[in-house]
């Protein structure tokens, strides 16, 4: 295994604990882009295409004139993919506030936030909503609990649709789609789509899930 394949994954291995989390990504924050590139990581790209396939197909709007929030934000990777797709007002926010400093760097970014964290019941930190969120990574082992799908939806507009990436060892080792069916039961949001085994880094794929708000309209 390499030295970058190593520091991935012992961020799978912290449990959750948000201030084990934050001082990792402190730490990682100014290699992690060359950490990541050499894993092939391609999440951020492939979740950009899949913004444009929901800005298209379901919102109906040009990419320029929607507000899209990238949820876990990091260090920019996705912001800067979204931009060359053609959105472009982008806020983010991040639990690292390290992460996020770089991220501010790309001028990718609107607004960014950096001390959020979607395992807590906080309260939005934005205060509008958006018709478009992706959050890439994020949801991955040792970082965010499936029921953080809930705080997510809480910064969706009522028409908005948000685009999740679960890497496949998550999805193996947690919850997440029996927590998905039961958040779309109490109908807080519905599943569009997905994306199953594509492409996220080079060890192994992800399913790439497009959520609306509220029930589906029958
Ligand atoms: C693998 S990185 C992905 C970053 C970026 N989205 C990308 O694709 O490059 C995971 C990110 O999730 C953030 N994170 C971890 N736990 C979090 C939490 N509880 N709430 C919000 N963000 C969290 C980390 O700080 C880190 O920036």
């Known amino acids: 295994m390499s030295a970058s394949d190593n520091t991935i994954h012992a961020s799978h291995e912290l449990a959750g604990d948000s201030e084990k989390l934050e001082k990792y990504y402190a730490d990682w924050a100014a290699k992690y882009d060359d950490d990541v590139r050499n894993e092939e990581y391609g999440g951020p790209r492939a979740i950009?295409?899949?913004?444009?396939?929901?800005?298209?197909?379901?919102?109906?709007?040009?990419?320029k004139s929607i507000r899209v929030l990238d949820a876990g934000c990091g260090t920019g990777l996705a912001g800067i993919e979204l931009k060359m797709k053609g959105f472009d007002v982008i806020?983010?926010?991040?639990?690292?506030?390290?992460?996020?400093?770089?991220?501010?760097?790309?001028?990718?970014?609107?607004?960014?936030?950096?001390?959020?964290?979607?395992?807590?019941?906080?309260?939005?930190?934005?205060?509008?909503?958006?018709?478009?969120?992706?959050?890439?990574?994020?949801?991955?082992?040792?970082?965010v609990e499936p029921e953080a799908l809930t705080r997510l939806a809480e910064y969706l507009s009522d028409d908005g649709y948000m685009?999740?990436?679960?890497?496949?060892?998550?999805?193996?080792?947690?919850?997440?789609?029996?927590?998905?069916?039961?958040?779309?039961k109490q109908g807080t949001l519905h599943l569009v789509t997905k994306l199953p085994d594509a492409r996220y880094i080079a060890e192994e794929d992800a399913h790439y899930w497009v959520y609306g708000k509220g029930r589906k309209a029958s």
């Open 163 to 184: 685009v999740v990436s679960t890497r496949n060892s998550y999805l193996e080792d947690t919850d997440y789609e029996d927590v998905g069916k039961l958040i779309e």
């Open 91 to 143: 806020d983010g926010f991040d639990l690292s506030q390290e992460m996020c400093d770089i991220a501010e760097k790309t001028e990718a970014y609107a607004e960014l936030a950096g001390n959020v964290d979607l395992n807590r019941d906080d309260k939005p930190v934005f205060n509008r909503t958006y018709d478009l969120i992706v959050c890439c990574g994020v949801f991955t082992l040792g970082h």
């Open 48 to 63: 950009a295409s899949i913004a444009l396939m929901v800005a298209d197909s379901f919102l109906g709007k040009p990419a």
